[in-house]
C-alpha cells in the first residue's frame, strides 16, 4: 500500500503559470518535507512543517511556497514557475522522535516538473 | 563547504566484485546516518540506517567514524541489481535532513 503519495507524477506548466503539486501520506507522521531535485544532484530541501509549523530554507525562492491544511496533506505552489524550475519535485515524511534524533524518511514516488 | 560529500563516480564493476563507499560530513553535532538507494528517475529509498558500532544487511555493510565524521558502505557479491546511485544521508537539528549528491555504480556482467 502506497504511504506517501505524490500527485500528479508529471506536471506540464508554461512559463509563469502557477502551479500546485501536492502530496498525502497514511503514515500519521508529524514531519512533512519537499525537496526539489535536478537530475545528477542532490535533493534540496526547500522547506518542511513540524506539525503546522513551518520550517523554511534560507535559500528557498519566495517563489516557492506550502501550505499544510492538515496531518495528511501537503501542497507545493510554485508562483511563477521559470524554466530553471523544471526538476523532480520530492515529498517525504518522516516521525519526530524525542531527543533530536531523526527516524527515517519515506519518500512519494516524486513529481517531474516540465515548463514550457 | 558542502553539507554531505561523496565521490560522484561511476565505479564500474563486475558482477561479484566488493565495492566500497566513502562519504564525509561537516557538522560534528550529526545524530543519524543513512545509506539511500536512488534508481533512474525513481525515489530515494531506504538502504540502512548507520549506527555507530557498525552494521550489516545481507551483502551490505555500514560503518561510521565520527572522530574522522565519515560513513562508508560496502557491498559484497556485487548484483547486476545494484546498479544505482547511492546517497548518503546525515541528519542534525532535529527535522533536517542533508543529502549527498550520490554514487553511481554500475555493476556489468
Known amino acids: 500500500d502506497a504511504m506517501v503519495i505524490q500527485n500528479p507524477r508529471y506536471q506540464v506548466t508554461q512559463f509563469g503559470k502557477p502551479v500546485t503539486l501536492s502530496c498525502s501520506q497514511t503514515l500519521n507522521h508529524n514531519v512533512m518535507y519537499w525537496y526539489q531535485q535536478k537530475s545528477s544532484q542532490a535533493p534540496k530541501l526547500l522547506f518542511h512543517?513540524?506539525?503546522?509549523?513551518?520550517?523554511n530554507e534560507a535559500d528557498t525562492p519566495d517563489n516557492f511556497q506550502s501550505r499544510r491544511p492538515n496531518t495528511s496533506f501537503c501542497f507545493l505552489d510554485i508562483r511563477s514557475p521559470g524554466l530553471g524550475d523544471a526538476a523532480m519535485y520530492l515529498c517525504?515524511?518522516?516521525?519526530?522522535?524525542?531527543?533530536?534524533?531523526?527516524?527515517?524518511?519515506?519518500f512519494g514516488p516524486g513529481t517531474r516538473l516540465l515548463v514550457l | 563547504r558542502k553539507e554531505v560529500e561523496q565521490d560522484p563516480g561511476p565505479f564500474n564493476v563486475p558482477e561479484g566484485a566488493t565495492v566500497a563507499f566513502n562519504c564525509t560530513y561537516s557538522n560534528s553535532a550529526s545524530q543519524s546516518f543513512f545509506w539511500y538507494r536512488q534508481d533512474c528517475r525513481k525515489e530515494p529509498k531506504l538502504l540502512m540506517s548507520?549506527?555507530?558500532s557498525g552494521n550489516e544487511d545481507g551483502r551490505f555493510t555500514a560503518q561510521l567514524n565520527r572522530a574522522s565524521q565519515y560513513i562508508s558502505l560496502l557491498i559484497r557479491d556485487s548484483k547486476l541489481s545494484d546498479s544505482a546511485t547511492y546517497l548518503c544521508?546525515?541528519?542534525?537539528?532535529?527535522?533536517?535532513?542533508?543529502f549527498g549528491s550520490g554514487t553511481k555504480l554500475n555493476v556489468k556482467p
Open positions: 517525504a515524511t518522516s516521525r519526530d522522535l524525542p531527543g533530536g534524533e531523526g527516524e527515517t524518511q519515506y
Open positions: 512543517y513540524y506539525d503546522k509549523d513551518f520550517n
Open positions: 548507520v549506527y555507530s
Open positions: 544521508v546525515v541528519q542534525y537539528n532535529f527535522n533536517k535532513f542533508y
